[in-house]
């Protein structure tokens, strides 16, 4: 498992909305460390960032 930063900006994106509806069905939001645990294959949360950067 990786670590992402990402801009806050994404958070506003409906692509990026739909991993973060994943990741609180599959996890809640309830992280002790503060992160978020996105539950996709690396390669696809690339792509989503990637077309993100392009906008």
Do not use: K, W
Request: glycine residues 6%; charged residues 20%; negative net charge.
């Amino acid at each position: 498992m990786r670590r992402f930063v990402i801009p806050v900006s994404y958070l506003n994106q409906p692509s990026f909305q739909e991993l973060l509806s994943h990741a609180e069905e599959e996890f809640g939001y309830d992280h002790p460390t503060g992160g978020l645990t996105i539950p996709c294959q690396e390669d696809e949360f690339l792509n989503v960032t990637s077309c993100l950067n392009d906008l």
